[in-house]
């Protein structure tokens, strides 16, 4: 069973992250939303397990208008797709579950 993880919370304040990494499996999706996106940045604490996640073939996703709307961009890990609201409605089917974490 595939399950898309959001993540709402920032890494540097919480640790939602670090426990949604623990349990992805390959087939699973991480979507960085709201201060989550944070999480997006090369810098962001757990960037070096996304990244290894990432080479696993966990897909990662942050939504755009979040990140701009944190002044984020340009500091996006490169394993990581910028998307749009449909795109997130899109992903929501794609996966069987949908897991918030909060």
Known sequence: MST???IN?????HSTLT???????????ILLLEDG???????APGADEL???????V????LMNDI????L??????????????AFVQLTLDHRCVQSWY
């Open 68 to 71: 701009k709307a944190r002044g």
């Open 73 to 86: 961009e340009g500091k996006v890990a490169l394993n990581i797709s910028l998307i749009d609201y449909n």
């Open 4 to 6: 898309l993880h959001t």
């Open 19 to 29: 426990s949604c990494l623990r349990v992805c499996t390959e087939r699973d999706g």
């Open 59 to 62: 897909k990662i996703f942050a």
């Open 37 to 43: 996106v944070f999480g997006a940045t090369t810098s």
């Open 9 to 13: 919370k920032s890494p540097y304040a």
């Open 51 to 57: 990244q290894m996640l990432s080479q696993r073939g």
